[in-house]
């Protein structure tokens, strides 16, 4: 019997629906616990080249979300490991892991090698770096967060608005599942739903799962959803960037203490407690460059000093960069 049988028997799948599937290369960004349910899914269902890009070793804490993983998988390559689980699961498909971050720098080459980017780092400035450009390659993202007992995914871009269109201000919260927890169950069910709106846009099914938000309740055990398709996109963003990026030319400010990183972003940096942002002297004909470990920080600088800045501002996420 046939490897895909129980799928192909369906009528939205089919023979021409598997050839869909084994033609699509497919970008997953992040290795953790959203990846744990989407890289087996979509293995399993013969997409025919996985990428996986996570800069990360496995932890023990966080094995009760990464199933992918086992405990004498600590200390080594997420990306490798993750690799490698989906290679022992179906070998006719092609699976490259890459140890490294996805940034500002990487982004475009990563992306424009693939039909379909699944955002799976649960992370600031790794999302809205997908979502930029997937919106200029015109690329489909799928892109997916959770936290605690809730979590959400939705189809952007390839079409669709971006990220930034459903979500332009900077979280309320600074939370992290390493600040405020997080229960495995929740990651799994929002990352099989990702996985599931990934083969739904390969198939072509209809309703697009572009332009599609799907917000899921672990305590309520309750899902809802909404369509997006004519939010517009922001007048104007601010760009991540990576700590490489930055140059003596530009003015650099470090929000992060020195108990919190010894060392700034950039040998140049001056360093600002984030409540001081608004007395920093703009330096005309530079551009401003306001870094801290997610990014988020730095984004709600940026918001209270744009009104009287002249010129650009940009965000370095240095935990990433």
């Not at 598997?18 to 744990?36: E, F, H, I, K, N």
Request: contains cysteine; aromatic residues 4%.
């Amino acid at each position: 019997m046939s490897r895909y049988a129980r799928q192909t028997q369906l009528p939205e799948v089919g023979p021409e629906g598997q050839a869909r599937l084994s033609s699509t290369r497919v970008l997953v960004v992040g290795a953790g616990g959203l990846a744990a349910p989407v890289l087996p899914l979509l293995s399993g269902a013969g997409v025919g080249r996985v990428t996986i890009v996570d800069g990360d070793s496995v932890d023990l804490s966080n094995l009760h979300r990464q199933t992918l993983f086992s405990e004498s998988d600590c200390g080594r390559p997420k990306a490798e490991i993750a690799a490698a689980r989906c290679r022992a699961l179906n070998a006719e498909i092609d699976v490259i892991g890459q140890k490294q971050s996805l940034t500002s720098v990487n982004s475009a080459g990563l992306v424009a090698q693939a039909d379909v980017i699944l955002d799976c780092a649960d992370n600031y400035a790794a999302s809205y770096t997908l979502s930029d450009t997937c919106l200029a390659q015109g690329k489909p993202l799928i892109s997916a967060s959770v936290l605690g007992l809730s979590g959400y995914v939705g189809g952007f871009c390839g079409g669709a608005p971006s990220l930034r269109a459903l979500f332009p201000d900077a979280p309320d919260s600074g939370a992290s599942c390493a600040t405020a927890g997080v229960l495995g169950p929740v990651v799994g069910a929002v990352g099989a739903m990702q996985a599931q709106m990934a083969l739904n846009l390969i198939l072509g099914l209809d309703p697009s799962p572009l332009g599609q938000m799907v917000q899921y309740d672990g305590r309520t055990l309750r899902s809802s959803g909404f369509r997006f398709d004519d939010a517009p996109e922001p007048n104007s963003c601010f760009r991540f960037l990576s700590a490489s990026q930055l140059t003596d030319e530009d003015q650099i400010i470090e929000l992060r203490s020195v108990d919190e990183a010894v060392c700034p972003a950039h040998p140049n940096a001056k360093r600002v407690t984030p409540e001081n942002v608004n007395v920093i002297d703009p330096n005309q004909g530079k551009r401003l460059a306001l870094c801290c470990a997610t990014g988020l920080r730095a984004w709600r600088a940026a918001e209270q000093i744009q009104p009287n800045w002249p010129g650009e501002i940009v965000l370095v996420a240095a935990s990433t960069s």
